[in-house]
């Protein structure tokens, strides 16, 4: 009967241990839109069709005075890097980049912003 108690216990806590290092997992999502910063850090600056994006660490922005809003990634845009951490992924034969959300496809040596 000690013996069962004992078991139940370190199943008990196995299984505790499991949840907490399930809880600190760090999920990258793509900030809600509209989410008003004031500082970015090493933004890259890209113009596409006369509108100027700022894009830092894979979150594309609009300034906004001195603050930059998040705005949906324009599609269409070209990058010449990905972000770091990003995915690829196989969409019907085609090779793709993911980012937060953000679909990218090669073209030549750079990344073009697509929707899929």
Do not use: E
Not at 48 to 55: A, D
Not at 70 to 92: D, H, Q
């Amino acid at each position: 009967m000690k013996s069962v108690k004992i078991l139940f216990t370190v199943i008990f806590m196995l299984g505790t241990l499991a949840s907490v290092s399930a809880q600190t997992k760090v999920v990258r999502v793509y900030p809600k839109h509209g989410t008003v910063v004031t500082t970015l850090r090493s933004p890259k600056l890209i113009v596409h069709n006369n509108v100027r994006y700022h894009l830092a660490d894979g979150v594309w922005y609009k300034a906004r005075g001195k603050r930059f809003v998040v705005c949906a990634a324009p599609r269409g845009i070209r990058v010449r890097t990905l972000p770091r951490g990003y995915a690829v992924v196989k969409v019907n034969g085609r090779k793709l980049y993911k980012y937060k959300g953000v679909w990218y496809k090669k073209s030549g040596r750079k990344y073009i912003v697509i929707t899929v």
